[in-house]
Structures are given as C-alpha cells and as structure tokens.
C-alpha cells in the first residue's frame, strides 16, 4: 500500500517479502526434487548398465567352458540359485607353468548387500586343483574378488537356472536379475536375462545292455548303451563286483544253470561312467 506521497508501507513491504521467500522456497524445493530425481535416475542408469556388463562377463565366460579332461571330466563344479562355480579357459593367458590348457576356475554368487562377486582361482600345475570353499559370498581361499554388478534384489527369484539337476547333465544356464538401486520407490526394479547352451560341456553316457543266455554261455551285448556327445565309450563287464571281460559284446562262459547278477560300466573320454541296472540272469 502507498501512503499520499506514493511510498510503500512497511506491512506491504512484508507481505512481498514474504511471498517472495515462498516462492523461492517452493522453487528450491522443486529443484531439489528435480535434482534427487535425476541423481536417482543416474544411479538407476548406472545399475542397470552394471549388470548388463555383469550378465554378459558371465555368458562369455560360460561360452569358454574349459573342455573336459579324464583328470577332471565335469567343467561345472557348483549349480546353485544364486552361485556357480565352473572351469574356463582363460582369456588373459597363457598362464607359466605346465597348465597346458590354460585353464581357471570362476566362482559368480550374491553377497548379502545384493551385489554379484566373481571369484577366480588360477595355477600352474598340470592337474587341476581342487575347489576353494564356496561357504558364503565372497568365500576365502580364491586369488581375486570382483564386483560385477550391485542392486540384485532377486528375492526367491533364482540368478541361475539349469536344465538339469546334476552338474554332469547340465547343458544349458539361464542368467537373471532383478536391479534395483532404490527398492520401494518408483519406476521398480529392472528385469535383465540372458541364456547360454555349454558347448564344450561333458554329459555322462547311458548304460544298458542285453543278455542272451544258452546252457552255459550268456551273451552280453551293450550296445543299447549311448554317449549324448557322440564319443567312443569303453565297456567293462561286472559279475558282482568281479570284472569279467570287457568290450561292447562279451560272451560269458558259465557254469549250467548257476545265477549271475550282470553289470555294465561305460566310460566316455572325457572320464565320465555310469554302470547299468543290474540283471539277474541264470547260465
């Protein structure tokens, strides 16, 4: 308000100043919201890019699944939800020593913080060393530990899915994470995925056989049995736990009318062996 002379009164003087600093105020807090907004959505960004690289470290790993060897016939050692452990070859070698192969031993698993470690252990001895523990994440025992993705919120949501149950039979592993950098606020986590089929993966064979019996001979012939990878097998004979003979086809002399319980163990190169049902069969 203006007096008769035109100046402005002290309480008109307030009253803009104090719209004045609610305007401000309400500005600040706009850019403040914009600011968090954006620092938010960086760190989102910045997760999620994370895990990405973190998915594809892995699959590339897999794909260089370390070839089996009679020594060690299985590449994966560990298939669990939410830690794998298997062998590779190494990219940055060739390592010194007389590991022809050049192959290591990689560890992937979730800390309690909800970040995805990779775990690596390397030698140089022909044969290959046992596992370290795998007793929490990370574990002690490995030459190196590294970060490869943060703000896994997968819950019950496996990381890692098999197509089969046991380590041998496994021929293909499905990679899948929740990211979530601020969990209960929005957009909500981010979904990423990705699958690889285990080329160089060592599948045990199948062991089955037939026995054809005449008075005292019984012909045995394991043909039935068959390598899922296409391999030569090797055939041994099992009266019991005797050895008696070896090859695909076996004719078995026999005492007249004595009983026989028949096994067949096959083994692929790789190392791998699986022995047959027993057949109880009357020479």
Sequence with gaps: MRGERGEVSLTALLMASVLM???????????ESFTSLAADGNRRTASQDAARSGI???TAALRNLASPTPQQPEAVDLAAPADLVFKTVDANGPNSGTNATNTKRVRYCLDPQGAIRE????????L?????????CPAAGWQATTTIADGVINGSLPI??????????????HVELLVDSAPGRKPGPSRLASGVFLRNQNRAPSAAFTATRSIGRILLNGSPSADPDGQP????????????GRGIVFDYAVA????????LQVSDPGGLTTTSAPQTVVG
């Design 21 to 31: 600093i609610i305007v401000l105020g309400a500005s600040l807090t706009t850019l």
């Design 56 to 58: 594809d470290r892995i």
């Design 119 to 126: 775990q690596t252990q390397t030698w140089t001895t022909a």
């Design 128 to 136: 290959t060393p046992p596992a370290p523990a795998s007793g929490g």
């Design 160 to 173: 890692f899915s098999y197509d089969a149950a046991t380590t041998s039979a496994i021929t293909a592993i």
């Design 233 to 244: 097998l090797t055939y041994v004979w099992l009266d019991g736990t005797t050895v008696i």
């Design 256 to 263: 007249p009318d004595s009983s026989h319980v028949l096994r």
